[in-house]
Nanobody, 129 residues
Framework: QVQLVESGGGSVQSGGSLRLSCAVS????????MGWFRQAPGKEREGVAT????????SYADSVKGRFAISKDNAKNTLYLQMNNLKPEDTAMYYC??????????????????????WGQGTQVTVSS
């Protein structure tokens, strides 16, 4: 049973930092592509960042580039999203996700909501001005 569990969300002031974690269980090293998505109230879910493990290739949405960093600790089976210089517009529910099976680096880089099979329950991030 594959399970993704996010944690690390919370409330911070503008300019603050948070580190989100996504614990993966049920399988190991079977999916080399993982990503972070977010969804604000009344908005569609959007991609934030992706990581293709074999080449440590990362991708970021323009809105977070330079402020967020995605990484993975293989020993702990945990995906991370380091978020710095947070802004009120970053307020959203954040989800980690992964497609089922093998995908290419290019596919992973452009990962969409519809491409992801496994999802966590989300962790709330609230940034106040």
């Amino acid at each position: 049973q594959v399970q993704l569990v996010e944690s690390g969300g919370g409330s911070v002031q503008s300019g603050g930092s948070l580190r989100l974690s996504c614990a993966v269980s049920g399988y190991t090293n079977t999916n080399y592509c993982m990503g972070w998505f977010r969804q604000a109230p009344g908005k569609e879910r959007e991609g934030v960042a992706t990581l293709y493990t074999p080449t440590t290739t990362t991708s970021y949405a323009d809105s977070v580039k330079g402020r967020f960093a995605i990484s993975k600790d293989n020993a702990k089976n945990t995906l991370y999203l380091q978020m710095n210089n947070l802004k009120p517009e970053d307020t959203a529910m954040y989800y980690c996700a992964a497609p089922m099976g093998y995908v290419s680096a290019s596919f992973c880089r452009l990962l969409r909501t519809r491409d992801s099979t496994y999802w966590g329950q989300g962790t709330q991030v609230t940034v106040s001005s």
